[in-house]
T-cell receptor, first 113, second 115 residues
Framework: KQEVTQIPAALSVPEGENLVLNCSFT??????LQWFRQDPGKGLTSLLLIQSSQREQTSGRLNASLDKSSGRSTLYIAASQPGDSATYLCAVAHQTGANNLFFGTGTRLTVIP | EAGVAQSPRYKIIEKRQSVAFWCNPISGHATLYWYQQILGQGPKLLIQFQNNGVVDDSQLPKDRFSAERLKGVDSTLKIQPAKLEDSAVYLCASSLGTEITDTQYFGPGTRLTVL
């Protein structure tokens, strides 16, 4: 059974700092890995999707890396802003089966102005 | 393009009562998902529909939870009777199909509190 873990559970940083969020998964037979953002009272918004054959994806100030063999992914946020404050979730999709996502426990990020 | 709609946004009930949640997916999306997100945890898939048929309901507590998508569009998730541990956010998502490449789009969720 796939288990997805995120560390740390919560993180507070001053505005302008660069930061890294971590995600690990137990079954490396994944098709892709996604990073989502969740704001209070709102649904999940997909930020980046990395295919299993890729090593990283970039979007603006966000960079996600994937090391499938070791079961790890990181989300790097450069020059953090107060608007980045949210919960960040990673989710993996398996190679086989229906389009089921296995989510991590999330990291709650607070960027202090 | 309108997103996934859910109602109500918040619901408070007492244990042993019944409750129902409604989801309207993005137009044209054949696949609909219900997730349960307990506070401090990631979402967990409860049930997945392809049109009006069930693809996966292996994690749905069938003794108290039920879901239907009769016309292959809107869906209703029901809990009867509710327990304290059912307190969670219930997220609905939809995608074009069941292919692993089909992006899931999430609604805002319904926050259920069971007292």
């Amino acid at each position: 059974k796939q288990e997805v873990t995120q560390i740390p559970a919560a993180l507070s940083v001053p505005e302008g700092e660069n930061l890294v969020l971590n995600c690990s998964f137990t079954d490396s037979a994944i098709y892709n890995l996604q990073w989502f953002r969740q704001d209070p009272g709102k649904g999940l918004t997909s930020l980046l999707l990395i295919q299993s054959s890729q090593r990283e994806q970039t979007s603006g100030r966000l960079n996600a890396s994937l090391d499938k063999s070791s079961g790890r992914s990181t989300l790097y946020i450069a020059a953090s802003q107060p608007g980045d404050s949210a919960t960040y979730l990673c989710a993996v999709a398996h190679q086989t089966g229906a389009n089921n996502l296995f989510f991590g426990t999330g990291t709650r990020l607070t960027v202090i102005p | 393009e309108a997103g996934v709609a859910q109602s109500p946004r918040y619901k408070i009930i007492e244990k042993r009562q019944s409750v129902a949640f409604w989801c309207n997916p993005i137009s044209g999306h054949a696949t609909l998902y219900w997730y349960q997100q307990i506070l401090g945890q990631g979402p967990k898939l409860l049930i997945q529909f392809q049109n009006n048929g069930v693809v996966d309901d292996s994690q749905l507590p069938k003794d108290r939870f039920s879901a239907e998508r009769l016309k292959g569009v809107d869906s209703t998730l029901k809990i009867q009777p509710a327990k304290l541990e059912d307190s969670a956010v219930y997220l609905c998502a939809s995608s074009l199909g069941t292919e692993i490449t089909d992006t899931q789009y999430f609604g805002p969720g319904t926050r259920l509190t069971v007292l």
